[in-house]
């Protein structure tokens, strides 16, 4: 395994291969047996773009010949950054057949993160789109060669940019210039390391996460087994694709492995998306809540046909029960709740459970020989149904980050489970149920106070469209409860709020102390709410501020 990342254990490796999970198949194998058993029919669309099985595949092995051209050798780590564009699955495919590996960046990354990347991973090379949404990312790519030695390449998809760029030879090159006769190339070792997912950075610069090619054609087959997926799926990618739910929950992968449809897109509009669903006959999609929110809200008024819609996944944050329950009333589809880390562990409702399972619960494992266990403060086991940290390992759960010893000695325990970060619990049944963050949580005076128990009780209230409740400093108490609404028609003053909520039984400590009325909330590049951003928004105005803890009492 590459140096610098953790494999399993010699038994539980023996014993995923025993199983039956790991089956010694590559990535870039699992596309060309899906290009052999159904050449003729679509793999890729975008707009009016399609690409046949066979023309997707035949564009991998090229593009894979045109990397050993320039220079790309098997090992090496490549940053890429695109939009959802055909590219970004040719040029995974590309580095996947070749033994390179991925490190999968967000289109929002920016030089801050980029350099990080670059460095962490000792990247070759860059992929980047050209100017994308106003940013030149081809000049940051430049950059940042002449700072590092081991950056020697950048790929650029809009041939027009490397027109323009004014850099040394050789360094700039068309991603279409990557093309040459495919040639008989050497496999990939399952067991190595096929691509990097980056953690959920919106605390702190993100760490490498490796995946294997083992580990990830499990994950991705078990979850397309789990929802039965087959050649005549057609699945929309609205959400960015190098984030893992999108990818491989099945996402992407998932899809292309059962010869069926990925329709990319390049951002959840929900106008747009209903009339491509309409157009391309979309029978599955993921969203997180925000945009299912969206979603709903524009589906009260827009006359599309989403029959072909079978399942809508929501995921990567919580979803509230308030929303879970309009999901199959307005979309007129079934609602699957998952829960998923970059870092592997996955757990999803199935088409069997209950309606409340459906809403209440983030559903089971998809392994069952995923382990979770819910750990007290002591790191002890608690009781059934206790609430606790979850902790987890697994056949396609990392043993560690890449390249960074301290960081694993932290979030691992010694029997290699790792430290989630979130408060859950287990329902009688085994479903698990993500009560928050660890780090969610406002201490108040000692009080802890769970932001999204807050949240919930708020977005019950008519006149609350969306909410994040955030800590924000006081110098009595330390931390008070801070929530940023976004009004549902003219905004709630915070006594209202507050009466609603103690009329709704909820203590008085947990009773928002501060309130700002915002137009919207503010997102991580996964379209999540963006607390670090709106925490330190609370921190400015409250230092802003003559008399503080007044200031905001009289609010
Ligand atoms: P990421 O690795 O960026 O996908 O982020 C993983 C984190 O997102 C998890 O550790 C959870 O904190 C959160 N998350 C993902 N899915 C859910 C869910 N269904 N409900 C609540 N939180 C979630």
């Given amino acids: 395994m590459l140096e610098g990342c953790t494999p399993w254990p010699a038994e539980r490796a023996r014993h995923y291969r025993t199983a039956g999970h790991w089956r010694g198949e590559s990535l870039g194998d699992l596309l060309a047996a899906a290009a052999a058993a159904h050449a003729g029919r679509t793999a890729l669309v975008l707009g009016r773009r399609r690409l046949t099985y066979a023309e997707l595949d035949r564009r991998v092995s090229r593009t894979a010949a045109g990397f050993v051209e320039q220079g790309i050798r098997a090992g090496d780590r490549v940053v890429v950054q695109l939009p959802n564009v055909p590219e970004f699955v040719i040029v995974c495919f590309a580095l996947f057949r070749m033994g390179a590996k991925p490190v999968f960046s967000l289109v929002s990354h920016r030089a801050n993160e980029i350099r990080h990347l670059v460095a962490l991973s000792g990247a070759v090379a860059y992929v980047v789109p050209g100017t994308y949404q106003g940013f030149d990312h081809t000049r940051l790519a430049l950059d940042l060669v002449a700072e590092h030695d081991a950056l020697r390449t950048v790929f650029v998809l809009d041939p027009a940019a490397k027109a323009a760029a004014d850099a040394p030879a050789g360094v700039l090159v068309a991603l279409d210039e990557a093309d040459a006769e495919p040639r008989p190339m050497p496999a990939p070792d399952p067991s190595d390391v096929a691509f990097f997912l980056l953690s959920g950075g919106t605390t702190a610069l993100p760490k490498l996460i490796p995946r294997t090619h083992d580990d990830y054609a499990y994950q991705t087959r078990a979850a397309a087994e789990l929802l039965g997926l087959g050649s005549d799926d057609v699945y929309l990618a609205v959400l960015p694709a190098e984030f893992n739910f999108t990818w491989g929950c099945p996402g992407v992968v998932g899809t292309l492995r059962s010869g069926g449809t990925v329709v990319l897109m390049d951002a959840p509009i929900a106008d747009e998306c209903f009339e491509t669903i309409e157009r391309e006959r979309v029978t599955f999609t993921s969203l997180v809540p925000t945009v299912a929110q969206l979603w709903l809200e524009a589906a009260e008024w827009n006359e599309a046909d989403l029959s072909s819609l079978k399942l809508v996944q929501i995921g990567g944050a919580r979803l509230h029960r308030a929303i879970a329950e309009r999901i199959t009333p307005v979309l007129g589809c079934r609602l699957q709740q998952v829960f998923g880390m970059a870092e592997g562990l996955l757990t999803l409702t199935r088409a069997t459970d209950s309606e409340e399972t459906v809403l209440s619960t983030q559903g089971r494992p998809l392994s069952p020989d995923d382990e979770v266990r819910i750990a007290g403060p002591d790191g002890d086991d608690l009781p059934p149904g206790g609430t606790g940290e979850l902790l987890a390992r697994g056949p396609y759960t990392l ?109 008085d400590y947990k009773l928002p102390d501060w309130l700002e009325i915002v137009v919207k909330l503010p997102l991580t590049g996964l379209g999540k709410v963006d607390k670090k951003v709106l925490a330190a928004d609370a921190a400015a105005r409250i230092e802003a501020a003559d008399a503080p803890s007044e200031a905001a009492a009289a609010r």
Avoid: M, W
């Fill in 399 to 507: 043993q560690g980050y890449y390249r960074a010893p301290e960081h694993n000695a932290r979030a691992f325990t010694d029997d290699g489970f790792y430290r989630t970060g979130d408060l859950a619990r287990l329902t009688e049944d085994g479903a698990l149920v993500i009560e928050g963050r660890i780090k969610d949580v406002i201490i108040r005076g000692g009080d802890k106070v769970s932001a999204s128990e807050v949240e919930e009780h708020l977005l019950a209230h008519p006149a609350v469209a969306e909410v994040a409740v955030v800590p924000v400093p006081d110098p009595f108490l330390g931390e008070r409860v801070g929530a940023y609404v976004v009004p549902a028609g003219p905004p709630p003053s915070l006594r209202e709020l507050k009466e609603a909520l103690h009329a709704a039984g909820l203590a």
